[in-house]
């Protein structure tokens, strides 16, 4: 496919429409945002990073039996995805209690949970993405029942595979967010991205944060943290 015309641009990627119908180009951008884009940053390396990385999971899942939207890596920062109409909800899972969970129910970060939590974001910068309830969601019409049980269970088979995946290179999974999307014959497609800008990730011996909240918290280097990510699943580093 050639890229066509700009679609989309978000805070970490553009999206561009192909002269295919159903396949889209996607460019990871050296951008960092938190804090629903209050904190802002340029990071070079980044995009590449996230494109390898996001390449490598979505290769993996496939392989697991996780249907998503990745066809191809085209460059170092761009890859070929199939397109779908993205439902307006974070599908997030959690193994071990961080971030918006410690806060929202008074655990200390770090608790790991017994079984896995599931929660839906609703996806509305206005409102800052809140806390949904299953009949919210309904309310809201953003998916049917059926389609809700889909999501949490394609979810809980994301968190299996990765959570081993990591595990046997030395990471924790602790938490991430998910994006699902429809095909036009309305099956639903794990799309987006899971990097380490969606995920927690935790050095499996030190604990030691190699994930977003590097820049979230002014921990240190994102890109140092990001890469030993990326050579921990295998990927090239960069020859600088
Ligand atoms: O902030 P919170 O603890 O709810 O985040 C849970 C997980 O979802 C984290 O891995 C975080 O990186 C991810 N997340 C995301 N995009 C958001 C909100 C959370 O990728 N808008």
Request: charged share 30%; hydrophobic share 40%.
């Amino acid at each position: 496919p050639t890229k066509q015309q700009l679609l989309y641009e978000g805070k970490a990627k553009k999206i561009y429409a192909t002269d295919e119908a159903d396949v889209l180009w996607v460019e990871y951008k050296d951008s960092a945002t938190a804090f629903n884009g209050e904190k802002k940053a340029t990071i070079t390396g980044k995009g590449r990073l996230n494109n390898e990385i996001s390449s490598l999971l979505f290769m993996k899942l496939q392989e697991a039996g996780v249907a998503n939207h990745f066809i191809q890596k085209l460059s170092p920062t761009e890859q070929l995805v199939k397109s779908v109409t993205i439902i307006p909800l974070e599908v997030v899972v959690r193994n071990v209690v961080a971030g918006s969970l410690a806060k929202r129910i008074g655990l200390a970060e770090g608790t790991p949970l017994e079984v896995p939590l599931v929660e839906f974001y609703y996806k509305n910068d206005d409102l800052g993405d809140p806390l949904l309830l299953e009949d919210h969601i309904t309310i809201l019409k953003l998916a049917s029942r059926e389609e809700i049980a889909q999501l949490k269970s394609e979810a809980l088979k994301v968190n299996d595979v990765l959570r081993a995946h990591f595990a046997e290179r030395k990471v924790r999974l602790i938490d991430f967010k998910l994006e699902f999307g429809r095909t036009t014959d309305g099956a639903i497609l794990l799309a987006d991205e899971v990097s380490p800008d969606t995920c927690r990730l935790w050095d499996a011996e030190t604990n030691e944060k190699l994930d977003k909240d590097v820049f979230r918290r002014d921990l240190g280097s994102l890109t140092e943290a990001y890469e030993v990510i990326l050579q921990r699943l295998g990927g090239e580093s960069a020859c600088i």
